[in-house]
Every structure is written in C-alpha cells, then in structure tokens.
C-alpha cells in the first residue's frame, strides 16, 4: 500500500497507475459480470440487455437483485424501492470523498454515479498528485466500469451461445449475499445487525407475500436497527 500511494504521488501518468490500481478489480469484475451475463441470458432476457443494464445501472449486487426480481415477478415500484434501499449505503460512504472529488467540476456526477465499493476503496485509500487527481478518480471510475461491462457482455455472449443448462448456476445470487456478509462480519465484528436482519428476514418469509417479503425484511430491519441504536452507543 506503501508503495503504491508513493508512485501515485509522484508519477506524472494517471492513466497507467489508474490502470494498476484497479488490477485486482478487473480479476473480480470480470469473472462476477460474466457470471450475471449468463444468468441474464438464462432468465429469458436478451444478451444486450446485460451490455444496456452494465452501462446504466453499474451495480453488481443490484444487478443480480434485479435476476431474482425478474424471476419472482416483483412489482416494478417494489423493485426499485427495494434496490434504491440496497444501495443507499453509497451515500454515506460517499460523504468522506466529498473533498477529494471537490473540484472535479463535469466529472463529478460521473463519479458519483460510478462509486462502487471497490472504487471507493481505492480512492479513499490513494493520494494522488494534485495535477493528476481529477484524471486519476475519473480513471480508476472508468477502468472498473469497463471492467463490470466487459465481464457481463462476454458472459450475455456465451450464455446466448452455448445452450446448456447448468446445474446449480442459479444459486450465484444467494453465494454473492453469503459473500457480502461475511464481508461486512469482518468490518463490524457486531452479532446485532446480522441477528436482526436473520429474524426480519424469517419473520417476513412466513407472514409477507412473496413478492413484498424483500422489502418488508429490509424495513423491519432498518427500523429495529434504530430502535436499538441509543442502547448500543
């Protein structure tokens, strides 16, 4: 890490240290997009549609969200509640680049629409040189956009071509979220919120419908959160 702020500091090419920087994002964005471009293309949907949906939703977790939704199917107002719900966390690890994007002028709403959890880590983690920092934000944005594109277009491809089913495939939506959680265990270390959202989730499996059950959980588990929140500060 050391070693890598040092040469963002000094080099005078963004592109190219953009493009190191974000290695270790393409080698996960491309192999996760392929996997949402095949199981697009399996939901019934044509193969562009995963090329369309990559350029203009840029979201991996929402993406596959969306699979499910498509499968099950969910209200369209429902679906875009629940996926707005989903990524609202952008906007509060967002607030800390608030001065490293100041000044970005056009790029800025570029860049606010392509923070990802990865391009977050990697710009809250950089310290580029001023003469290089507004190239440098944009790049690394750019860089693992194309990435998720690439990955979903290639694997869209070869769903549409190979006409095979795949046993078990399906089961990538569920792996991601297992993925994510136990992510977000070795961030919070705290049993309370992977408790409450096991228990809302339980709760509204039994009781909710089927196509609200999503929305409800995530609700349930929001509003307990803060319920609890006074006696856990």
Known sequence: MQRTRSAIKTGPHPISRAFIDTLPV?????????????????????????????????????????????????????????????????????????????????????????????TYALAASALPNESIRKRYFFFISIFDHLYWIIGSAVGALIGAAVHVELAGLDFALAALFTVLVIEQWKAVRRLTPFIVAAVSGILSLLFIPHAYMLLAAIVAGVIILLVLRPRNT
């Open 26 to 118: 393409m080698f996960g964005y491309i192999p996760v997009g392929m996997t949402f471009g095949f199981l697009l293309v399996k939901a019934g949907l044509v193969w562009y549609a995963a090329l369309i949906m990559s350029v203009f939703v840029f979201s991996g977790a929402t993406q596959f969200l969306m699979l499910s939704f498509i499968a099950a199917g969910t209200p369209l107002p429902m679906a875009l509640f629940t996926m707005l719900l989903l990524n609202l966390r952008h906007a509060f690890f967002g607030l800390s680049l608030l001065r490293k994007y100041g000044g970005t002028g056009m790029l800025k709403p570029y860049l606010i629409f392509a923070l990802t959890d990865e």
